[in-house]
């Protein structure tokens, strides 16, 4: 198992107590309301009606008509298109989600990490996590295009993208095989806040997403989280409050971290990263107001906070920095 | 996409209607009840917390202290053991669920069909599917245990098992490395009737376990699934009603397949399967009445029915049958 955000139980086994906020994911802590489910959700197996109307709401949501395949989490994507060709050299843009490197290395790909968009020429494969995670980094829509014609295939994972669609690539991927070729990943889980569901698409050229279709099998997707994953997707007023509160609070936020003496290395709509001076300190302060944090093994001063849900966790979070 | 059962929109299309019954799987009609959910399951990433809990219930309902996987569906045992090591010659016991071959045949294995046990023998893996799907064909845990010393891996699918636990591997897999090496796999959605909830399991050996866990990732299944698992497989008074009910049950549908001049070929405590003057024609005559059932491509008088679940639903089938 890799060091991931969302161990809460870590927390409660080192630190004790039930009362914890965990701010150590991207995931929205104010998440779409789920409905009550209609019966056959749970007993019968996922349709493919079901399957296309939730593709047409995420062809929808996400301003996209590229081929497109709807997954287990954008986890899963990560996890096949590895598999897609041959193993060779991939290079990946870091610091990021640290999955990628290890589905990548499962698959037999030799992996080089640079630091600049402009090193990931000359790769098989190259991944850019845009925005990226967790420094926030945002890529213009013009400059990974400029990148992707120098690689095999250009992964860009949008996982916390939704609240910035101006640098997406998803209604581009698919279109490109003359420039380059482009897979975008999305996620379902982090700005909707339902993580649990397990719900991510791929976009990209049909070949791909056929092929990416078929190592998924028949069906990756559960039934209720196509069903939530559709009418969530179709839910534009939801969508638009939430940027527009998101946006708000990471201002709120970064205030609250600038009292604390941290500055900010940089963030998207859903966590920001801070520099401390000494980030094992800060995540054990939070922790014992029973708020989980992320640290990064690679660095002794990050520290990355996604953001409270209620005002009750606001305040909270708003004491433990004072 | 291969030919499946539970296809119930491809049947609404040509025949029209929307109060079908679909028996064209083997899925319990008469699920366990699924709770009011608390929000975490939906919001929150999967704990391990919450992995562990749901498999040490699986420990106890599947009787085995072997390692263990929760997987979403035993489908995804079936796609992912393929990949447990180089491909070679596989052997599969037909006829049977065609998912096996396909899963297979993705991953570059030569496969053989065989129509007697005895016959996988000198396979580098080798797939017995017990009982059987469709023909019901019930393999004695002697008999497997036999076979497995003759053959590299021995998968041995039990996703009708629930009701005849006498003949299942679970406590055995892991066990046997001297005897050759099993891996069992375990469905959650027919017995329990929660298709949709996509959950499974794979027992074997510590070695193969890891690697089918280390290739799920780290969440393959979703929040719901592992809380309704975990409480679904812990009922163990649902559980006993559950096997009297379907074994009375079979009894009933075998009668009126009988009126109607079909005769029994095997089954399960979940479906049945029937030889019939002509599949086609018996399929039509049922989906008259919106009863949709299963017919194989590769037989013109084979018709598999799932069971009935509520009186009105029994009373549809046995007019259509008359």
Redesign the interface.
Known sequence: ??D???????AQEIWGGTNWI?LS?G?N?R?WP?PALP???????????AKSALLKEAARAFASDAPCVAL??A??GI?LIPRLCAPGYARILTPTYN?HAA?LR?EGWQIQEVSALVDLAGADLAVVVNPNNPDGTHHTRQSLLDIARHVGVLVVDESFADPVPEVSLAGLAGNLKTEGNVIVLRSF?KFW??????LGFAFGDGASIARLS??A?????????LE?GRAALNDCDWQHETVARLAQETVRLDALAARAGWSLIGGTHLFRSYATPDALAARDRLARAQIWSRIFPWSTTWIRLGLPGDVAEWDRLAQALS
Do not use: C, S
Not at 193 to 198: I, M, Y
């Open positions: 198992m890799r991931h955000g969302g161990n809460i139980d870590h965990d994911t995931i802590r998440p789920v019966a056959r959700v749970w007993t019968d197996l996922p349709t493919h009606a287990a989490g986890q899963q996890q999955e589905a499962t889980g806040g339902l993580a649990g569901v397990r078929e190592m099998g028949p069906w990756p997707v559960a039934g209720p989280a939530i």
